[in-house]
C-alpha cells in the first residue's frame, strides 16, 4: 500500500474510523492489564498478585470510570454509574447473568481460535494452564469481598462455590458425605448442553477440572484436597456431568 492512502495521524481519521480506534483503546488497556497480573503473579507468586491486583485494580477503575463517566456524560455514584445503583435486584441479577455468560463465552472463544490454528491438544494445555491462574484468582477475590477466613473450611468453600462466575449459568448443588467432606455436582453444564444439544459428545473437560478445582478449593483453604468422582470423557449419569469430593485434612 502507498504511503499516500494511509492516515498520518488520528486526526486524519474519519468518524467512523475513529470509533473503531475508541474501541481498540478499551481492548489494549484489557490486553495490558491482563499483561500486568501475569507479570507480577510470575514474579511474586499468585498470592501477592492478588493482593496488589486489590489495590491497583481498585485504583485504575476508579481512575478509568471517574474518566471515561465525564467524557461520556454518565452519572457516577459512590463510584459507579448512577443507573446500577437505581436497578432493581432482579435486573441487577439479570445484568450480573449477561456478564457471567460473556465471561464463558469469552474462554470459549480463546480455545476454539488455539484449536483451529494448533489443534485441540494445544487448545487443552493452553486451557489448563490459564485455570491454573484463573481458578486461584477468582478464589482469594470471593474470599476478599466475602470476607472469607484465611483458613475457610468446608463451610467457606460452599459458600466461595456459590459464588464464582459459573455459578449463575449453570446449575450446581452439595451433597454432605459426613463432617469432614461433600460432593459437589455440576448437574448442568451451560457448554455440555450446548454440545448435548447439537448432537455432539462431551467435551473431554477432566484435565482441565483437575487444575480448577485443586487450585479453587487450595486457595481457599490449604487442608482441603479434592477428588474427582467422575468427569467427561469418564462416563456420568444423565442427572450430572461432573462431580468432585471436597475432603478437609488436619495437616
Known amino acids: ?16 474510523e475513529l470509533v473503531q480506534w475508541v474501541m481498540e483503546g478499551f481492548r489494549r488497556t484489557m490486553v495490558h492489564y491482563g499483561c500486568w497480573f501475569r507479570e507480577v503473579e510470575y514474579q511474586l507468586g499468585m498470592k501477592r498478585a492478588v493482593d496488589i491486583e486489590t489495590s491497583a485494580g481498585d485504583q485504575s477503575w476508579n481512575i478509568m470510570i471517574t474518566r471515561l463517566g465525564k467524557l461520556l456524560g454518565i452519572e457516577l455514584e459512590n463510584g459507579v454509574p448512577k443507573a ?4 432493581g435486584k432482579e435486573d441487577l441479577l ?20 488455539v484449536e483451529k490454528r494448533f489443534g485441540m491438544d494445544t487448545a487443552k494445555r493452553c486451557n489448563d494452564t490459564c485455570w491454573s491462574r484463573f ?30 462466575m459459573y455459578a449463575r449459568i ?19 453444564c451451560r457448554v455440555q448442553v450446548a ?8 467435551y473431554p473437560c477432566k484435565s482441565g477440572g483437575m487444575v480448577e478445582y485443586p487450585f479453587f478449593a487450595t486457595f481457599i483453604d490449604p ?13 456420568h449419569p444423565d442427572e450430572w456431568y461432573c462431580s468432585w469430593k471436597f475432603t478437609l485434612k488436619q495437616k
Not at 84 to 87: A, E, V
Not at 98 to 106: F, K, T
Open 135 to 164: 481458578s486461584p484468582y477468582e478464589a482469594l477475590r470471593i474470599k476478599e469481598l466475602l470476607h472469607i477466613p484465611e483458613l475457610g473450611g468446608l463451610e467457606g468453600l460452599k459458600t466461595a462455590l456459590a459464588f464464582r
Open 223 to 235: 487442608r482441603i484436597e479434592t477428588e474427582c468422582v467422575a468427569c467427561p470423557p469418564d462416563a
Open 94 to 113: 439479570k445484568l450480573l447473568d449477561g456478564i457471567c455468560v460473556n465471561w464463558l463465552a469469552n474462554d470459549g472463544v480463546w480455545f476454539q481460535a
Open 170 to 188: 449453570n446449575k450446581q448443588c452439595i451433597e454432605d458425605v459426613d463432617e469432614t467432606s461433600f460432593i459437589f455436582r455440576m448437574e448442568e
Open 195 to 202: 454440545r448435548k444439544r447439537k448432537g455432539l459428545q462431551d
Open 84 to 87: 446500577l445503583n437505581q436497578m
Open 1 to 16: 500500500m502507498s504511503d499516500q492512502f494511509l492516515p498520518k495521524t488520528f486526526d486524519d481519521l474519519s468518524q467512523a
